[in-house]
């Protein structure tokens, strides 16, 4: 099991910029995918974006889109979400998962490790 914790939460107005990391240790695997997800109140946990660990390759919710960058360093075993333009829409406990097994992308219910969350609030 790959134990994970999440940083850089806070409160911030609208249009600025936070950026969150996410820690790893334990067990790691370079095949894994590494994914950031949040959960507003009253709605469910949504995919924010992802990374594969060796390659890099991205991939983006739409609504994260232009305004979020997803990034890695394996030497330090991080994982980091930098968020511009934040928005209301965007309050929510944003969480870090792992997919150990670097088949899954987008679907919360296939990664097996999840941190804490941090939580994040946009005022407007």
């Known amino acids: 099991q790959v134990q994970l914790v999440e940083s850089g939460g806070g409160l911030v107005q609208a249009g600025g910029s936070l950026r969150l990391s996410c820690a790893a240790s334990?067990?790691?695997?370079?095949?894994?995918?590494m994914g950031w997800f949040r959960q507003a109140p009253g709605k469910e946990r949504e995919f924010v974006a992802s990374i594969s660990w060796s390659a890099g390759t991205t991939y983006y919710a739409e609504s994260a889109k232009g305004r979020f960058t997803i990034s890695r360093d394996n030497a330090k075993n991080t994982v980091a979400l930098q968020m511009n333009s934040l928005t209301p829409e965007d309050t929510a406990v944003y969480y870090c998962?792992?997919?150990?097994?670097?088949?899954?992308?987008?679907?919360?219910?296939?990664?097996?490790?999840w941190g804490q969350g941090t939580q994040v609030t946009v005022s407007s």
């Open positions: 998962a792992a997919d150990l097994s670097g088949r899954y992308y987008y679907t919360p219910r296939q990664f097996t490790s």
């Open positions: 334990g067990r790691t695997f370079s095949s894994a995918v």
